[in-house]
Nanobody, 115 residues
Framework: QVQLVESGGGLVQAGGSLRLSCAASGGDFSIAVMGWYRQAGGKERELVATITRVGIANYAESVKGRFTISRDNARNTVYLQMNSLKPDDTAVYYC?????????WGKGTLVTVSS
């Protein structure tokens, strides 16, 4: 089975940094499209960033220039480096894996940015 486990969330002050990790198991990670989504209280889940199997990344306008998505295919892991964090970044961050047209989701990790 495909399993995704996020880690690295926590409490940080505005302007600080966090690095999220998503460890994947099952399936072929090297050919999967990976992504990060987030869901803030009372809002719909939104796209943060995606990265293809060859490392082509796309970002939501709200995080572009501050967040960086990367992947390590040898370790079956995708990362989200978050810098210059803002209170509006507070949300549960979810790892998403797309493999053969099917989306798989992790349980999420909470990021709280205080002012």
């Amino acid at each position: 089975q495909v399993q995704l486990v996020e880690s690295g969330g926590g409490l940080v002050q505005a302007g600080g940094s966090l690095r999220l990790s998503c460890a994947a198991s099952g399936g072929d990670f090297s050919i999967a499209v990976m992504g990060w989504y987030r869901q803030a209280g009372g809002k719909e889940r939104e796209l943060v960033a995606t990265i293809t199997r060859v490392g082509i990344a796309n970002y939501a306008e709200s995080v572009k220039g501050r967040f960086t998505i990367s992947r390590d295919n040898a370790r079956n892991t995708v990362y989200l480096q978050m810098n210059s964090l803002k209170p509006d970044d507070t949300a549960v961050y979810y790892c998403r894996r797309t493999l053969f047209g099917i989306n798989y989701w992790g349980k999420g990790t909470l990021v709280t940015v205080s002012s």
